[in-house]
């Protein structure tokens, strides 16, 4: 079983909508938990990184937020544009050889 | 500044057949790193470099080598393609400590057939 599961696997959204991508995770105890996006055909890039001692961080128009206690991330994104258009990859950090990467939530935004 | 670059980007090989993938930064980052990803699976480790000189092996590095030539270049080798190396091939570098932010190529494409 992954360590690291996102839901939904796939999502489709108007242009404009907000949406929450969920990851959950049972990779414990970690040093942070990251999000990245990755567009088609081109390599993951980093949009936050947290602490396991934050409960939020913000870039942008994507927050992701943090519950240790649960075991589980979000990432919102808000007033989405069709750029916003990826796979969203969640990764919880042991260290930098022992991360282990959620499978994504592939983001389709329609206009 | 290129970042992180990889070559070749799409690449078809027989089974049994060798190839290089190579692996450059001009960031001057100590650690650098070879992933794979599959359909349906997170990128997974397969061999890493912390430093210039070392390299350790990851989470899946049966049927793979490497070499860290320099602090600049990484290279991945498969000796011998076999069809379940078919995949999506990420380097990418980073400076040294957990917190510390990776940075990914673009990817090479390879199916062995």
């Known amino acids: 079983k992954n360590q690291v599961e996102q839901s939904p696997q796939s999502l489709i959204i108007l242009e404009g909508k907000n949406c929450t991508l969920q990851?959950?995770?049972?990779?414990?105890?970690?040093?942070?938990l990251r999000w990245y996006k990755q567009d088609t055909g081109r390599g993951p890039v980093s949009l936050t990184i947290?602490?396991?001692?934050?409960n939020t961080k913000s870039n942008g128009r994507y927050t992701a937020t943090l519950d240790a206690d649960t075991k589980q991330s979000s990432l919102h994104i808000t007033a989405s544009q069709l750029s916003d258009s990826a796979s969203y990859i969640c990764?919880?950090?042991?260290?930098?050889?022992?991360?282990?990467f959620g499978a994504g939530t592939r983001l389709t935004v329609k206009p | 500044n290129a970042g992180v670059t990889q070559t070749p980007k799409f690449q078809v090989l027989k089974t049994g057949q060798s190839m290089t993938l190579q692996c450059a930064q001009d960031?001057?980052?100590?650690?650098m790193y070879w992933y794979r990803q599959d359909p349906g699976m997170g990128l997974r480790l397969i061999y890493y470099?912390?430093?210039?000189?070392?390299?350790d092996k990851g989470e899946v590095p049966n049927g793979y080598n490497v070499s860290r030539l320099n602090k600049r270049e990484f290279s991945l080798r498969l000796e011998s393609a076999a069809p379940s190396q078919t995949s999506v091939y990420f380097c990418?570098?980073?400076?040294?400590?957990?917190?510390?932010?990776?940075?990914f190529g673009p990817g090479t494409r390879l199916t062995v057939t």
């Open positions: 960031m001057n980052h100590n650690s």
């Open positions: 990418a570098s980073s400076g040294q400590g957990v917190g510390y932010e990776q940075y």
């Open positions: 990764v919880v950090s042991v260290s930098l050889t022992g991360m282990r």
């Open positions: 947290m602490t396991f001692s934050e």
């Open positions: 470099s912390a430093s210039e000189g070392t390299t």
């Open positions: 990851c959950n995770y049972t990779v414990s105890p970690f040093s942070n």
